[in-house]
Antibody, heavy 119, light 109 residues
Framework: EVQLVESGGGLIQPGGSLRLSCAAS????????MSWVRQAPGKGLEWVSV???????YYADSVKGRFTISRDNSKNTLYLQMNSLRAEDTAVYYC?????????????WGQGTMVTVSS | EIVLTQSPATLSLSPGERATLSCRASQSVSSYLAWYQQKPGQAPRLLIY???NRATGIPARFSGSGSGTDFTLTISSLEPEDFAVYYCQQRSNWPPTFTFGPGTKVDIK
């Protein structure tokens, strides 16, 4: 069964750092494009970052220079390193990917992990 | 940067009625347009990809149409479980990034 399980969320002070993990099973993270998508409380979905199978990475302007997406092929896990966190980064963070022949949408999602940035 | 606009913001309908949701892109996205359904406390669920293709397991009452800048998600006859928030999403050709629309809430009239 294809599954994504996020972890690493929590309460962090402004300016702090946090690393989110997304453990994958049933497929290989390096063979697919994988993304992080976030949702602030009561708000809509916001795409955050993507890593493609070839290793290219891209970011939303709102996190560029502060967040880094990466993967560990040996652990079949996706990561999001978040630095210089701000209150507006408070959100549920989902990892997601497009399986099979999908190349422009996300059909598999994790359950999400909550990040709260507050003093 | 491509911006997606969804209308209406809220759609109040009764079970059995037809729902028509709109998504407009600030520039052409070809057919790289997807639709998602999200219920409270749940992750989004992919309904439609490439503007008109239903994802695996999605009922036939959901259909998508459009190309270029104007897209529509139609729910032919609303079931009780269809009351939710719906988002459109596009992928740009270059850079290959993604954008979501602000969402349309379909609630019970």
């Amino acid at each position: 069964e294809v599954q994504l399980v996020e972890s690493g969320g929590g309460l962090i002070q402004p300016g702090g750092s946090l690393r989110l993990s997304c453990a994958a099973s049933g497929f290989t993270v390096s063979s697919n494009y994988m993304s992080w998508v976030r949702q602030a409380p009561g708000k809509g979905l916001e795409w955050v970052s993507v890593i493609y199978s070839g290793g290219s990475t891209y970011y939303a302007d709102s996190v560029k220079g502060r967040f880094t997406i990466s993967r560990d092929n040996s652990k079949n896990t996706l990561y999001l390193q978040m630095n210089s966190l701000r209150a507006e980064d408070t959100a549920v963070y989902y990892c997601a990917f497009g399986s099979g022949t999908l190349d422009d949408a996300f059909d598999i999602w994790g359950q999400g992990t909550m990040v709260t940035v507050s003093s | 940067e491509i911006v997606l606009t969804q209308s209406p913001a809220t759609l109040s309908l009764s079970p059995g009625e037809r729902a028509t949701l709109s998504c407009r892109a600030s520039q052409s996205v070809s057919s790289y347009l997807a639709w998602y359904q999200q219920k409270p406390g749940q992750a989004p669920r992919l309904l439609i990809y490439d503007a008109s293709n239903r994802a695996t397991g999605i009922p036939a009452r959901f259909s998508g149409s459009g190309s270029g800048t104007d897209f529509t998600l139609t729910i032919s006859s609303l079931e009780p479980e269809d009351f939710a928030v719906y988002y459109c999403q596009q992928r740009s050709n270059w850079p290959p990034t993604f954008t979501f629309g602000p969402g349309t809430k379909v609630d019970i009239k």
